[in-house]
């Protein structure tokens, strides 16, 4: 295709490049600032949508590279983020928006990382102390896209919370690349929640399972749950489905298309913002291009 991939930030910086999308796990904000404030600008899926999770100092890191750079920062979040889209777009039918609800409801089990899904609690004793905040911390991400849609809808929150239940496996569970055993965490259903006052306004949260011995609290819909209430309901489920002829097991390889191009479709319009922090409340609508 002509566009390089690299992990080496100087190489990238010598290409004089427009934009790069970078991808790791979780952004280093001594890269961001490197990349930025050379006058790149940066589309990402790591864990970034408004930058909320960094600390004050460090993001405003980020808005002087921006400044200094005449550059933009735009992440859409890796869970994906395009689904805050839908949400939002949803809620533009609506008379009244009592909240926005997203929920991930996925089996996980092809998602090899042991250490990721132990974080996020499977595998563990569901008594563990300090579990509960471990899955908050690891999933943080999901608040700053609540946080995103509650600005998108003229909401200005006063709270965040996080909330979380565990379910046991009722049998072991061999997955290959990790184990589950009977009595240990193989559901996992959280939400972090914006309020304004005492009303839930905004949620983006997860009912995933690890393996078939485990009942979770509400059954899987195997896709993004796209929840609106108010004047009138709206809902939708997005399904990540395999296109005729792919033969891989498990699918993962489509997550990660699907998780990625929103943010790689997004470099136009990245470019073309202002310079600072911008999330998909800012932006045109991203779409692909046709195959022609």
Same mark, same amino acid.
């Given at each position: 295709?002509?566009?390089?991939?690299?992990?080496?930030?100087?190489?990238?910086?010598?290409?004089? *490049?427009?934009?790069?999308?970078?991808? @790791?796990?979780? /952004?280093?904000?001594? $890269?961001? &600032? !490197?990349?930025?404030?050379?006058?790149?600008?940066?589309?990402?899926?790591?864990?970034?949508?408004?930058?909320?999770?960094?600390?004050?100092?460090?993001?405003?890191?980020?808005?002087?590279?921006?400044?200094?750079?005449?550059?933009?920062?735009?992440?859409?979040?890796?869970?994906?983020?395009?689904?805050?889209?839908?949400?939002?777009?949803?809620?533009?039918?609506?008379?009244?928006?009592?909240?926005?609800?997203?929920?991930?409801?996925?089996?996980?089990?092809?998602?090899?990382?042991?250490?990721?899904?132990? *974080?996020?609690?499977?595998?563990?004793? @569901?008594?563990? /102390?300090?579990?509960? $905040?471990? &899955? !908050?911390?690891?999933?943080?991400?999901?608040?700053?896209?609540?946080?995103?849609?509650?600005?998108?809808?003229?909401?200005?929150?006063?709270?965040?919370?996080?909330?979380?239940?565990?379910?046991?496996?009722?049998?072991?569970?061999?997955?290959?690349?990790?184990?589950?055993?009977?009595?240990?965490?193989?559901?996992?259903?959280?939400?972090?929640?914006?309020?304004?006052?005492?009303?839930?306004?905004?949620?983006?949260?997860?009912?995933?399972?690890?393996?078939?011995?485990?009942?979770?609290?509400?059954?899987?819909?195997?896709?993004?749950?796209?929840?609106?209430?108010?004047?009138?309901?709206?809902?939708? &489920?997005?399904?990540?489905?395999?296109?005729?002829?792919?033969?891989?097991?498990?699918?993962?390889?489509?997550?990660?298309?699907?998780?990625?191009?929103?943010?790689?479709?997004?470099?136009?319009?990245?470019?073309?913002?202002?310079?600072?922090?911008?999330?998909?409340?800012?932006?045109?609508?991203?779409?692909?291009?046709?195959?022609?």
């Amino acid at each position: 295709t002509g566009v390089q991939a690299t992990n080496d930030i100087d190489a990238l910086l010598a290409l004089s *490049a427009d934009a790069c999308c970078y991808n @790791p796990l979780w /952004p280093n904000v001594d $890269e961001l &600032v !490197r990349l930025l404030e050379s006058g790149v600008n940066v589309c990402s899926s790591a864990a970034w949508i408004t930058g909320g999770k960094q600390t004050p100092q460090d993001r405003q890191r980020i808005v002087d590279a921006c400044e200094r750079g005449r550059s933009t920062m735009f992440g859409s979040g890796a869970h994906p983020g395009m689904t805050n889209l839908v949400g939002m777009v949803l809620s533009g039918s609506c008379e009244r928006v009592d909240e926005i609800r997203i929920t991930e409801s996925v089996d996980c089990s092809t998602y090899e990382s042991a250490a990721t899904q132990t *974080a996020m609690g499977f595998s563990q004793d @569901p008594e563990t /102390p300090g579990l509960a $905040e471990s &899955v !908050r911390r690891e999933s943080e991400v999901f608040a700053e896209s609540a946080a995103m849609m509650a600005d998108a809808i003229g909401a200005t929150l006063d709270k965040t919370t996080f909330d979380v239940r565990f379910t046991a496996a009722t049998a072991d569970t061999d997955l290959g690349f990790m184990q589950i055993p009977a009595g240990t965490v193989g559901s996992v259903y959280g939400y972090h929640r914006g309020w304004v006052g005492d009303r839930n306004v905004v949620s983006v949260g997860f009912n995933w399972v690890m393996g078939d011995h485990v009942t979770p609290p509400k059954p899987l819909e195997h896709g993004h749950v796209i929840q609106v209430f108010g004047m009138p309901n709206m809902r939708t &489920v997005i399904h990540c489905l395999p296109p005729k002829g792919w033969t891989e097991p498990g699918f993962m390889g489509l997550g990660m298309i699907y998780t990625a191009m929103p943010v790689t479709n997004a470099v136009p319009a990245v470019v073309a913002a202002k310079p600072g922090i911008v999330t998909l409340a800012d932006l045109p609508p991203i779409t692909g291009r046709a195959a022609v």
